[in-house]
């Protein structure tokens, strides 16, 4: 178990960990720092190991203490077997992917559940944006310029809704947070979550 200093906990971070059971397996994708690595290791003694492509990020999770390997969700996913771990996260990254919908399916296959965490490009401050002003919208969760990037497919809540559908997989739950980071607890329709949600968590089973 990891016992470096906790940070501020990120907001989906939160919602993520309340999805986990104890003691699971964990692999985290696109585990960045591993800040939800250590919180899913010291608050539900998960087995929690990641899968990171940045050196900064590797080396960062190296000196939290976590099991971490340098790898690419687009290309090295294939080479975990069915079923190896009880919950796969993949959080604030699928819009990083060159294949979403490979990536999402291989997610499916390794981990009895999913955890998927994105930031909502159909909330209404993003429509109204571009409306208005004509350029790309930058705000807390979507923070950089179209020019320096790391995201390559922009997606809304109900394009993801629309791509579990493609899939065939089941949505045990889905969370949507507004712009300070607190759950929408209203029930609505997905369209109506798609203007109000910045952000989503889904929690997603084959």
């Known amino acids: 178990m990891a016992d470096a200093p906790m940070t501020e906990t990120r907001v989906d971070h939160k919602v993520i960990a309340e999805l986990v059971k104890p003691n699971s397996r964990v692999l985290d994708v696109g585990c960045g720092d591993g800040a939800l690595l250590q919180l899913l290791a010291t608050t539900k003694g998960a087995d929690a190991r990641g899968i990171e492509i940045s050196h900064a990020g590797v080396n960062s999770c190296v000196a939290r203490g976590l099991s971490v ?19 796969v996260v993949l959080s ?10 490979e990536v999402v399916r291989h997610l499916l296959r390794i981990g009895g559940h999913v955890i998927v965490s994105f930031p909502n490009f159909g909330h209404w401050q993003n429509r109204l944006h571009l ?41 045990e739950k889905a969370v949507a947070l507004n712009g300070n980071g607190q759950e929408i607890s209203i029930k609505a329709p997905w369209w109506l979550w798609n203007l109000i949600g910045e952000q989503a968590v889904f929690l997603l089973r084959k």
């Open 69 to 87: 390997i340098q790898g690419d969700a687009d290309e090295d996913l294939s080479a975990y077997p069915d079923g190896s771990f009880d919950y």
């Open 92 to 101: 604030q990254t699928l819009q990083a992917t060159w294949d979403p919908k």
């Open 131 to 171: 409306l208005l002003k004509g350029r790309m919208p930058v705000t807390d969760y979507l923070p950089y310029s179209w020019y320096d990037t790391p995201n390559i497919h922009f997606c809304t809540i109900r394009d993801f809704v629309d791509l579990t559908r493609e899939l065939g997989c089941t949505v």
